[in-house]
Nanobody
Framework: QVQLVESGGGLVQAGGSLRLSCAASGPTRSKYAMAWFRQVSGKEREFVAA????????YTADSVKGRFTVSRDNAKNTLYLEMNSLKPEDTAVYYC?????????????????WGQGTQVTVSS
């Protein structure tokens, strides 16, 4: 069982920045892909960014491309999301997810473990 704990969310003004972290613990000796999703109440969970663990190939949704950067630290089993030029429409609960696979996916149901989420609120 993999446990994921997100941190770094909060309230920020439009144009500001935040950095989210996701620490993974448990049987992390297996190689896997990690991703960030976000969800607004009443809407479906939306893919934000992902990174494969071995090759470190990153994928970013078009809606955040050029503003958000995903990265990971293998030694710390930690995933990061650097968010710049934040917009009010980025307001959501951000979730970290793990997929027990060497390849990533933009589909939420492809992921095996999820964190509890961290709220990001961007004021205009």
């Amino acid at each position: 069982q993999v446990q994921l704990v997100e941190s770094g969310g909060g309230l920020v003004q439009a144009g500001g920045s935040l950095r989210l972290s996701c620490a993974a613990s448990g049987p992390t000796r297996s190689k896997y892909a990690m991703a960030w999703f976000r969800q607004v109440s009443g809407k479906e969970r939306e893919f934000v960014a992902a990174v494969t663990w071995i090759s470190a190939i990153t994928y970013t949704a078009d809606s955040v491309k050029g503003r958000f950067t995903v990265s990971r630290d293998n030694a710390k089993n930690t995933l990061y999301l650097e968010m710049n030029s934040l917009k009010p429409e980025d307001t959501a609960v951000y979730y970290c997810a793990v997929r027990i696979s060497t390849s990533s996916s933009y589909i939420p149901s492809d992921y095996d473990y999820w964190g509890q989420g961290t709220q990001v609120t961007v004021s205009s």
